[in-house]
């Protein structure tokens, strides 16, 4: 009596293989994902605005360019002196870096590398305006 040897299944690599093309294409859909479940009001649309426009300012000059901002006022200067109306309405209270403000002037950094200062805005009407740097977005809460 002779045995055969059954080969049927798959080997270790090639399971592997197939984990890795499956990763790849995880991490190729994952920041598109968060850009859609993360961004979900217009209000939110104005801040994620002025973030990409100030990280495209602070790459393309290839130096730190900020946003500066008064509490109790709802207008932001930006880097090139131009100012923006948030549509929030006032600024009450500003964290920077999870660092209470103090005085009545606030500044928000921007770096050539991509990254920014992390930030939360309470406003007057009660809501919330928090960054989250690594996605490079703000939320309203």
């Known amino acids: 009596m002779t045995l055969k040897n059954n080969t049927r299944g798959f080997t270790l690599v090639e399971l592997l293989v197939v ?3 499956i990763g790849l294409g995880f991490v190729s859909l994952s920041p598109s994902l968060a850009d859609r479940t993360v961004k979900s009001g217009g209000d939110e649309s104005f801040f994620n605005d002025i973030i990409k426009s100030q990280l495209k ?19 932001l200067t930006l880097y090139d002196g131009t100012t923006a109306t948030i549509p929030l ?3 009450d209270k ?3 870096n999870d660092k209470n403000v103090n ?3 606030y500044n928000i950094y921007f770096y050539p590398d991509g990254i920014f200062d992390d930030f939360e ?15 490079a977005t703000a939320v309203v809460k």
């Open 89 to 91: 309405g006032k600024v």
């Open 19 to 21: 984990m890795v093309i």
């Open 57 to 75: 300012a602070a790459k393309d000059l290839n130096r730190q360019v900020f946003i500066k901002g008064t509490l109790g006022t709802d207008t």
């Open 94 to 96: 500003v964290k920077v």
């Open 121 to 135: 805005l309470d406003m007057s009407n009660g809501k919330i305006v928090e960054s989250y740097p690594m996605i």
């Open 103 to 105: 005085g009545i002037e």
